[in-house]
């Protein structure tokens, strides 16, 4: 964030699923299905980050789609993911 400015983070609440869309910059997922796919918002050409945040327990991200390395999202935590157009692949950062 830069100091002096307004930050306009948009958030959304989905369901986790097999596949996930993130239409928004804080991505809230329900459920506890492992997340295989997180479709980019801005489509696969340009780079972006997304905030995750599990509000109802832990949820796997799991590594068998189009997330790097997989991990276990711990539940109202942030995981901070990057994507890459180079890797086609979201980046977990913790």
Sequence with gaps: MIPGTVSKL???TVA?????????DILYVTGAVQ???????????????LLLVATDGAVVLGATGNILVGISASQNRSV???WSKK???WIIGL
């Design 16 to 24: 986790s699923a097999d596949t996930i869309t993130a239409k928004a």
């Design 35 to 49: 997340v295989n796919t997180i479709r980019p918002g801005l489509g696969i050409a340009q780079s972006q980050f």
């Design 80 to 82: 901070l993911l990057t």
């Design 10 to 12: 948009s958030e959304q």
């Design 87 to 89: 890797l086609q692949k």
